[in-house]
């Protein structure tokens, strides 16, 4: 059974930090691009940041450019998002999902998802 489970968010102050874990089992993790997608309230869900399956290559929408980093650990099969300089419109319901390489639109195996709330 594939299982995907974020972890790590909270509310945090405007510049502050956050650091988001997704933990898959259950699927060939290091065969697997990973994304982290975010949802605000009334808005469509939206592809933050991405990795190739072996951490080599990564994308990031222009939003989140130099402040949040994602990595992953292929032997933890977890990925991580590290987010700085946090503003109140990063306020969202944060995803994780897998995809067959990191270019695919392919996403699947989504998690239940971990709530960020950025207060001004």
């Known amino acids: 059974q594939i299982q995907v489970v974020e972890s790590g968010g909270g509310l945090v102050q405007a510049g502050g930090s956050l650091r988001l874990s997704c933990a898959a089992s259950?699927?060939?993790?290091?065969?697997?691009?990973m994304g982290w997608f975010r949802q605000a309230p009334g808005k469509e869900r939206e592809l933050t940041a991405a990795?190739?399956?072996?951490?080599?290559?990564?994308y990031y929408a222009d939003s989140v450019k130099g402040r949040f980093t994602i990595s992953r650990d292929n032997a933890k099969n977890t990925v991580y998002l590290q987010m700085n300089s946090l503003k109140p419109e990063d306020t969202a319901a944060y995803y994780c999902?897998?995809?067959?390489?990191?270019?695919?639109?392919?996403?699947?195996?989504w998690g239940q998802g971990t709530q960020v709330t950025v207060s001004s």
């Open positions: 259950g699927l060939p993790f290091s065969n697997h691009a």
């Open positions: 990795i190739s399956r072996s951490g080599d290559r990564t």
């Open positions: 999902a897998a995809a067959p390489r990191l270019d695919s639109d392919l996403w699947g195996y």
